[in-house]
């Protein structure tokens, strides 16, 4: 039987210190954008060496995709365990629509960052992934309605998928976007909740 070690007072700290890099550098981005990102600045937000930046995280390209990383941990928790609830392909659409929207709301950080990933090669392709293994999970509920006979059998299960997906990202974008006034929480939800009701019914068979 393996014997399982509990972490070192040095490792507990290593990990604390980057855990702190990458929250300074992800609440960086979200202020002045990821071209504003340098280890210097960072360094200087977390009070430590740009050394050591590169000893617990890497270099800027490896500092970009730590916080894309942390993003999609965060999004994924929430939307796997909405799309491992039990129901008919209807329910598990609106379970996963909520399980979104409360990630979204909960952690607006990492909803941003990936809803506007960081103009980095890696970190763009950490979130395009995140983004075909969440919308494959609703294009394969579609296509079970669809086979079921809940769900239109005119409507295109993968661009139903992508027309969704961006749709909610435009909604839910409303609490932040620079274009125009925040809106508030109570407004969102019933901005989501008209907008789940149009698309149940756009999703129905024709009667």
């Known amino acids: 039987m393996t014997k399982i070690t509990s ?52 270099g800027r390209s490896a500092l970009l995709m730590a916080v894309a990383e942390k993003a ?13 609830t039990p129901g008919t392909p209807l329910e598990r659409l609106q379970v996963a629509a909520n399980g979104y929207f409360r990630f979204a709301m909960e952690r ?7 809803a506007d ?16 293994h969440q919308n494959g999970k609703m294009e394969a509920a579609i296509t079970d309605g669809i086979a079921d006979g809940s769900i239109d059998p005119g409507v295109d299960a993968h661009i139903a998928t992508t ?9 839910l974008s409303l609490a932040w976007r620079a274009d125009s006034a ?21 999703l129905c068979p024709k009667s």
């Not at 607006?108 to 990936?114: D, G, K, N, S």
């Open 72 to 84: 999609f941990e965060e999004n994924r928790a929430y939307m796997d365990a909405a799309y491992r």
């Open 7 to 58: 972490p070192t007072r040095t490792q507990r700290k290593a990990q604390a210190t980057r855990t702190a890099i990458i929250e300074h550098a992800e609440s960086l981005i979200l202020e002045s954008g990821a071209t504003a990102l340098t280890l210097e600045i960072v360094a200087e937000r977390a009070d430590v060496a740009v050394q050591t930046i590169y000893n617990r995280v890497g």
């Open 117 to 132: 990933p960081p103009n980095d090669p890696e970190a763009l392709l950490r979130v395009s992934e995140l983004v075909r």
């Open 108 to 114: 607006p950080t990492a909803f941003r960052l990936l």
């Open 163 to 171: 027309s969704l997906w961006a749709a909610a990202n435009g909604i």
């Open 182 to 202: 925040p809106v508030e929480a109570q407004m969102m939800e019933r901005l989501w909740a008209q907008w789940m009701a149009i698309v149940i019914k756009g």
